[in-house]
């Protein structure tokens, strides 16, 4: 075996920009940007090997309890953890009966995954505008998207800043759609006072590796308080399958008879029964014990993990403020922003260089790496090829998002010395682009 120590970078793990962000370049990082979003412990270190000595490896009692933990601490009615946010978000829209033909109001300004879970199901993310300040899905164009085919609204609370959800649900409720709020980003975050996750139909979010909460790098979480929804989206996360209605035995199971006292022995629950929900059939989305555990053990501290992203955010607003041609993030004042993003924009005419420059010389030279969250979704060759979008779909999501946006390092580890190198990195790149 060669002796060569590998080194794995961002782009060439098997996850690509999905597991890493480290480069192989010899720059000298004073802050580069983590992909762990959280802060890890004895406890989570406990909960782990407290679920490995578990009779039961996955859906066991750990999930059961972080579950109802969750749906207490985000004040649902019901949560429903899967593998991930995708995957919940997959069940979803399934749960929700999108298919093919129908349409989807979407923002552009999301990874990947929300629209993903669109076209999945054969339907058509139609893109609405975003708000210049927020970044978050305009209401005013939702309404202006609205057509026969909508069925659903899918907004994303970016960055960790709430979307206008009262407008929003007033255009749902007029129109008779479904909205999804992809929490992904969200944990911790309150609107007019209400969290995130409980005001749309259903809500989604991710404990992936960057997240404000994570369980082990992977693992999601449906909410809803829709007692309607939550036996279709059992179906849809764990393989369509439903309790056993021994009345139906002699249907399902010719040529069994069962007698009547039998019902009440153990071997009994292992017949279930399997139905499609309009013809949409479930998958394995199930999340792990262990994963479970930490999640737990995430819960109790959001509060705490929350708190120090806010701290650092507020700081990094404070000094990044007054430096010309860098505007800091915006704060709604509706709005608890969680800060699971740190974004601030280039004002390329007033700096008098691009995004891109100022980006280059922030991490060559001022060791400080900053990334890039999102490109319009519409610009994927994928989507461009099947739904023909026009290049500058909207205008909002292009000329003040993508063209100026970047997102500095944000995580509860950083210290008070790493926000402050942030903000002279960002004092001092400013300076030599305007050179
Ligand atoms: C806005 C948004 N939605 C969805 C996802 C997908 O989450 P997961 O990786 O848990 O499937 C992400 C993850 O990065 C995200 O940022």
Redesign the pocket.
């Known amino acids: 075996m060669s002796k060569k120590k590998l080194m794995f970078t961002g782009s060439d793990t098997e996850g690509g920009i999905?597991s890493g962000y480290q480069m192989n370049d010899g720059v000298k990082l004073k802050v580069p940007y983590s992909f762990f979003g959280s802060i890890y412990d004895k406890d989570e270190e406990r909960a782990v090997l407290a679920a490995m000595k578990q009779e039961s490896q996955t859906m066991g009692p750990q999930v059961a309890l972080f579950q109802k933990e969750f749906a207490r601490e985000f004040d649902v009615k019901h949560a429903l953890a899967t593998s991930?946010?995708?995957?919940?978000?997959h069940a979803a829209t399934q749960a929700l009966g999108i298919k093919a033909g129908d349409e989807v109001i979407v923002t552009p300004i999301?990874?990947i995954?929300?629209s993903l879970v669109i076209l999945k199901e054969g339907a058509k993310p139609v893109y609405a505008d975003i708000d210049p300040r927020t970044f978050n899905i305009d209401p005013r164009e939702i309404e202006k998207k609205i057509t026969k085919k909508t069925k659903a609204i899918y907004v994303?609370h970016?960055g960790g800043q709430m979307c206008d959800m009262d407008p929003i649900m007033r255009i749902a409720k007029k129109h008779k759609l479904y909205v999804l709020e992809?929490c992904?980003?969200a944990h911790g975050a309150l609107y007019k006072g209400r969290k995130a996750g409980s005001i749309g139909d259903v809500g989604?979010f991710?404990?992936?590796s960057?997240?404000n909460m994570v369980t082990l790098g992977?693992?999601?979480m449906i909410t809803t308080n829709d007692d309607k929804l939550i036996d279709k989206l059992q179906r849809m996360r764990v393989m369509s399958i439903t309790h056993w209605d021994p009345k139906q035995a002699k249907f399902v199971f010719a040529g069994i008879k069962l007698e009547k006292k039998s019902e009440k022995d153990y071997w009994i629950p292992s017949h279930f029964d399997v139905i499609d929900d309009d013809g949409k059939w479930g998958n394995n989305y199930r999340m792990c014990e262990a994963q479970a555990a930490v999640g737990r053990a995430q819960l109790m501290k959001l509060k705490m993990l929350v708190d120090k992203r806010r701290e650092n955010g507020h700081r990094l607003n404070n000094g990044i403020k007054g430096i010309k041609g860098i505007t800091p993030t915006y704060e709604d004042p509706n709005c608890y922003h969680a800060f699971h993003l740190y974004t601030l924009c280039v004002e390329p005419e007033v700096l008098g260089a691009s995004r891109d420059e100022f980006l280059r010389v922030l991490y060559q030279e001022e060791g400080i790496q900053g990334i890039l969250?999102y490109q319009p979704t519409y610009h994927f060759t994928g989507l461009k090829k099947k739904y023909r979008y026009p290049e500058k779909l909207c205008p909002n999501a292009e000329k003040f998002f993508y063209a100026r946006e970047l997102n500095l390092p944000m995580n509860p580890r950083l210290t008070k010395d790493d926000v402050d190198m942030m903000i002279e990195g960002v004092r001092n790149a400013a300076k030599k682009v305007r050179r």
């Open positions: 999905t991930n946010c995708t995957t919940g978000m999301t990874f995954a929300t994303v970016y992809d992904a980003h989604v991710s404990f992936h960057l997240k992977e693992g999601g969250h």
